[in-house]
């Protein structure tokens, strides 16, 4: 079994990962999984034999290398305001977002092994993010100038509890962005498209090597 402590999850993490570069993002490094590192050998069986929940942390995903692309590239957006990122996962969007200049990230993930991810990747990029593994949405957005969230319409019943979590951040008068790339469950209705990208990713990860990914604001 892993040793569940902060210290005892970022040894894994560097056990079972090399830092790498993001394809979209190649200012930015990540410890991240791939062919020849041994987290990405384990199988579903084998994680839980270990106590390792899906290691989404280890993989840089197609929305959010898009969103973290769009913010390097709008530094306004970020620059000097309060950031959450949302489910981040290995901290791609919260990097993305200190390195443009915002005045704080907190990065929100429920997988407590994100914290150990995220704690190393931004040393990796020379940055300082927040994090908490507080479930966000039972609860209406902390205060916040802007929200991003990349990825988040896996499933139905998320994609709607997360939407109308991003509309209350929303109607409290932040900034809503989101990376997805066409995910089933990405309600387009009510959003406005301000940028799409072709982000190259894995087949491994997704169902193309290259993916069509948008970045969306709640108008």
């Not at 209350?168 to 387009?188: N, S």
Request: aromatic letters at 8%.
């Amino acid at each position: 079994m892993i040793d569940q402590s902060l210290e005892g999850r970022r040894a894994f993490i560097l056990e079972n990962t090399a830092l790498q570069a993001p394809p979209h993002t190649p200012e930015l490094v990540l410890r991240l999984a791939d062919e020849v590192t041994p987290l990405w050998k384990l199988t579903e069986e084998a994680l839980a034999e270990i106590g390792l929940p899906p290691p989404f942390w280890a993989f840089a995903w197609a929305g959010g290398q898009a969103l973290a692309r769009y913010v390097l590239d709008h530094p306004e957006v970020v620059a000097g305001k309060r950031v959450i990122d949302f489910a981040s996962g290995s901290g791609l969007v919260a990097i993305a977002a200190m390195k443009a200049g915002a005045a704080g990230v907190l990065a929100a993930d429920i997988d407590v092994f994100c914290e150990a991810a995220i704690s190393l990747n931004a040393e990796a990029n020379g940055v300082v993010a927040g994090f908490t593994d507080v479930n966000l949405l039972d609860a209406p957005p902390p205060p916040a100038e802007v929200i991003l969230a990349g990825d988040i319409c896996y499933e139905r019943p998320m994609a709607q509890a997360v939407m109308a979590w991003l509309a209350q951040g929303r109607a409290a008068g932040a900034t809503v962005l989101i990376g997805d790339p066409g995910r089933t469950y990405f309600p387009k209705d009510g959003l406005v498209k301000l940028a799409e990208y072709q982000v190259p990713t894995t087949r491994e990860l997704e169902d193309m090597a290259v993916k069509r990914t948008s970045v969306w604001t709640l108008p």
